[in-house]
């Protein structure tokens, strides 16, 4: 999880993307990464949360073909990656618990 400080090209969009939401009072909480096997980012969501009403803003963000950021998520052809799917990989003998959503992982 990285609370983003808009310093990574990821972290620049996203706080772009969200600026409309954060005016009307949402708070940045999370920018979550998924990767690949190696590690490589494929792309991330946003998360943000309004503290009077509670409301949840969660959406992903990924790079088009020309290297813009856009609130999409990308296609895949056999299944989504699991999050933290390079830790994974990097511990195959563990035991690994399957939970809703980023933010239950932490």
């Known amino acids: 999880m990285t609370v983003f400080p808009f310093k990574t090209p990821e972290q620049q ?4 993307l ?3 939401l ?3 009072g949402y ?4 920018l979550h990464c998924y990767t690949d096997k190696s590690g490589k ?3 991330w969501r946003i998360r943000l949360k309004h503290p009077g009403n509670h409301k949840k803003w969660i959406r992903p963000l990924m790079q088009d073909d020309s290297g813009d950021f856009i609130l ?4 895949f052809s ?3 990656p699991l999050y933290h799917l ?3 990989m990097q511990h195959p003998e563990a035991v690994v618990w399957i939970v809703e959503g980023e933010w239950c992982v932490y």
């Not at 969009?13 to 772009?16: I, L």
């Not at 708070?27 to 999370?30: D, H, L, P, T, V």
């Not at 999409?72 to 296609?75: A, G, I, N, R, T």
């Open 13 to 16: 969009a996203a706080h772009r």
């Open 18 to 20: 969200t600026q409309k």
């Open 22 to 24: 954060i005016q009307q």
């Open 27 to 30: 708070r940045k909480q999370a």
């Open 41 to 43: 980012p494929i792309y």
């Open 72 to 75: 999409k998520e990308p296609y």
């Open 78 to 80: 056999d299944h989504k």
């Open 86 to 88: 390079h830790h994974i």
